[in-house]
């Protein structure tokens, strides 16, 4: 009976649990609003307001009698009721939710782990309670996805005021009142805001790189800057005007305004003038020039100046309530005006939206050419274009005019105006103009570039041309199958493409001003990465700059014309200066005796890969030979294992003969050119390359190179009598060293032969002079 009991009851609780779960699912939208009424999630209240018109005009039940324009006018006001009204529109971005009754356990507090709902407020918190958070955070939370997907694409036509906070800060507490006030203020100029709780979005809070609470962070363009100041009003408003570009806005007066409203043809875009009496630019009117800085261009006119009279008069400006105009191809007189005191955003916005394009604007790249002529998407929503096809010399001017002066009489909103430069968009026009005519009338079809297409006349601009373009445009009212040609465009080229270098440039600006801005605030966290990367880049700039100088200054000195050499070498120095790896550190080369004392330092125990390079001469050769010496090897002072010294045969003469002994080959090379062996070796101007650690030498003898002007000997063999030492002219010994150049290449290449010896001899013992 018990078993029989609990079973009942188990069976109770999930019939319970599914209704409670149907009516959960019940409660979630049947349609999609944003899906209905056609617009993005990002659209303005303008722009919904507009589209929700044209459809409930054309679904009306009075007006279209198909079977389902009931079902569906009743769809678009129940999308409109809801992307109307701000709380609906940000409780259904967030919960997916179109009624006033949120599902169990998404309400203000709670929050969900795995599968499992739970309210906060059960456990009455006083962080995270209604009477302590009254104002409503959880309108303005952001999640990862939400900000990668939503947030960071709307940033590049409004900025973004982020909160970043957690449940136990009591810093956050304080800060809440100002926020509130400047939310309330900043929402209602159509910057976006968020909220960020750490405790519920570490992911997103290390993504934006916010490690403390509170902060505030603003973001723009997909870029991410920290609030330094105290938090009051005055100080985040001021941060938010600061996040937007510096040249939004241009200042107007009477000198500069026909170059600011003749640009016009050059920049392709309406412009906006607004007349107001404060002498800083309103912040609503920076951040509409923010959101429609691609459409239009902006100025300024401070009707406080005394520089501004003319234009005021000239257009008939109300002193008392701020004035916009929007002037197109014509600078004299506006296209549209709009006064009022106190201007609304939303006001702001569909005047703008309204004047986004010139009456024939020039299709410049392919993002104009989408807006302009949309691809049909229903039958009572086709958009035809009339394209002149044209160009920019004189030889045109008459017909453009009389283009223009034709879409300016346009009444239709289903037929749009444009013209391209033949020789700017050569592809399209190739395609366009196959019966030479150069005015089409198209409709797109696809976005993948198909078009019906009709060639109606070779415009000249005549009344002629006018009439019969008037005719064609009342045939396609009624027959739209005249489009009887269809085609493939191609995409349209960027004309503005010149122009990224100057972006460019801005946008470096701007950056380079938030990065000082920031090691200014010491938010050395966030900037760590890039202050790394900066120094880096600074210092490889600085290695090589100076790298360079030092190799520049080598060469010239190596170049010079040496006058006290005599007869220049042909396989001497002069060919090998600076073709060492590094440049030399210093003016002169620094050369050691090698004695009894620096015996042990400069060569037994020199450390692993280093050499020391050593001179070998006498008393009577030392001055000439170590001039020589310094000229040849100084190029290749600049690495820093090789060591210079000199070794007076004189006094050990009997260490190099047991060096010699040491190396049987080198020995054996000297033995080969001894005649007999009987007399005394002459090693001056020897040249020696020790490495102390391996334990070999690299030997240099003297190869003459020059003419010997006392004796008709063969100049590559040395004296071979002891007494013809004494006899020897400076230039003979001079020329010892003419190829020592050669042979430091050859070592530094290690191509030389390397003569091993079992350990090195003394140096102790002096030989004495004779």
């Not at 009851?9 to 939208?29: K, M, W």
């Not at 005019?401 to 239709?412: E, G, P, V």
């Not at 003969?657 to 007999?676: C, K, P, S, V």
Request: proline share 4%.
């Amino acid at each position: 009976m018990a078993v029989s009991t609990m079973c009942l009851s188990l069976a109770a609780v999930v019939v319970l649990l599914s209704v409670l779960l149907t009516g959960s699912a019940d409660a979630g939208p049947e349609v999609d609003p944003y899906q209905i009424l056609g617009v993005t999630r990002t659209a303005s209240q303008a722009e919904i307001k507009k589209v929700y018109k044209r459809l409930a005009k054309e679904w009306h039940p009075d007006k279209n009698k198909s079977p389902g324009a009931e079902d569906m006018f009743i769809k678009i006001t129940k999308s409109y009721e809801i992307l109307s009204n701000e709380d609906k529109r940000a409780n259904y971005d967030r919960y997916g939710q179109t009624d006033d009754t949120q599902p169990y356990g998404s309400g203000r507090y709670g929050h969900r782990h795995d599968s499992f709902y739970f309210d906060e407020s059960f456990f009455n918190f006083p962080f995270n309670s209604k009477n302590h958070r009254d104002f409503a955070d959880s309108k303005y939370t952001l999640h990862f996805n939400q900000y990668v997907n939503d947030v960071v694409p709307d940033s590049y036509k409004r900025p973004y005021l982020i909160k970043i906070t957690s449940d136990w800060c009591f810093s956050c507490i304080h800060i809440e009142p100002v926020w509130k006030e400047v939310v309330q203020e900043m929402e209602s100029l159509g910057v976006g805001i968020g909220v960020v709780d750490v405790g519920y979005e570490r992911r997103l809070a290390n993504h934006l790189g916010a490690h403390r609470t509170p902060s505030i962070l603003g973001v723009i363009n997909g870029k991410v800057t920290f609030f330094h100041y105290a938090v009051a009003k005055e100080h985040l408003r001021q941060f938010v005007e600061d996040l937007l570009p510096q040249r939004l806005v241009e200042r107007v007066t009477d000198k500069n305004d026909q170059q600011f409203l003749n640009s016009w043809h050059e920049l392709n875009k309406p412009h906006v003038l607004l007349f107001d009496q404060v002498p800083a630019v309103p912040l609503l009117y920076k951040l509409t020039a923010f959101a429609y800085k691609d459409y239009l261009q902006f100025g300024y006119v401070d009707q406080g100046l005394s520089e501004t009279a003319n234009l005021q008069k000239q257009f008939n400006i109300n002193t008392y309530a701020p004035t916009m105009l929007v002037f197109k191809e014509n600078i004299d007189k506006p296209a549209d005006i709009i006064q009022a005191k106190g201007l609304k955003k939303q006001i702001i916005d569909e005047f703008m939206s309204n004047n986004k394009f010139l009456l024939a604007p020039r299709l410049v790249n392919q993002k104009l050419f989408d807006e302009l002529c949309p691809v049909k998407q229903f039958h009572r929503r086709r958009k035809y274009c009339v394209l002149l096809i044209t160009g920019d010399e004189e030889t045109f001017t008459f017909g453009n005019q009389a283009f223009l002066s034709f879409a300016s009489t346009n009444t239709k909103e289903v037929v749009r105006f444009a013209y391209v430069y033949q020789r700017l968009q050569q592809p399209l026009c190739d395609i366009l103009m196959q019966s030479k005519d150069s005015v089409v009338i198209l409709e797109r079809r696809n976005t993948a570039g198909k078009v019906f297409f009709k060639p109606v006349t070779a415009w000249n601009g005549s009344e002629e041309d006018k009439q019969q373009l008037l005719e064609e445009l009342e045939r396609l009212q009624k027959d739209p199958s005249i489009l009887v040609h269809d085609a493939m465009l191609p995409e349209l080229n960027n004309e503005f493409a010149s122009m990224f270098i100057i972006r460019w440039i801005y946008a470096s600006y701007d950056y380079l001003s938030e990065v000082i801005d920031d090691i200014l605030h010491n938010n050395w966290r966030e900037m760590m990465p890039l202050l790394s990367l900066i120094f880096s880049a600074l210092f490889i700039l600085f290695g090589t700059v100076v790298i360079q100088a030092f190799s520049d200054s080598s060469e010239d000195k190596q170049t010079k014309p040496k006058a006290k050499d005599g007869t220049k070498a042909e396989n001497g120095s002069s060919g090998t200066s600076g073709t060492s790896s590094r440049p030399p550190k210093k003016s002169f080369v620094e050369v050691t005796e090698l004695t009894d004392i620096t015996y042990m330092s400069n060569l037994v125990k020199l450390r692993p890969g280093h050499m020391n390079i050593v001179l070998v001469l006498s008393d009577a050769s030392k001055n000439i030979l170590l001039s020589k010496f310094a000229k040849e090897v100084y190029s290749f002072t600049g690495s820093l294992t090789l060591h210079f010294s000199f070794l007076n045969i004189d006094k050990h003469i009997e260490w190099m003969n047991t060096l010699l002994e040491y190396a049987q080959d080198a020995m054996q090379i000297d033995a080969d050119e001894d005649d007999g062996g009987n007399h005394k070796m002459d090693y001056t101007g020897y040249v020696l390359a020790l490495n102390g650690h391996k334990k070999y030498l690299c030997l240099f003898k003297p190869v003459y190179t020059g003419e010997d002007l006392d004796t008709n000997s063969r100049d590559d063999h040395p004296p071979r009598k002891s007494n013809r030492s004494r006899n020897i002219s400076t230039l003979q010994i001079h020329h010892k060293l003419d190829r020592l150049g050669l042979w430091m290449e050859r070592l530094m290449e290690g191509t030389l032969p390397r003569y091993y010896i079992p350990a090195w001899p003394g140096l102790a013992k002096i030989t004495p002079s004779k």
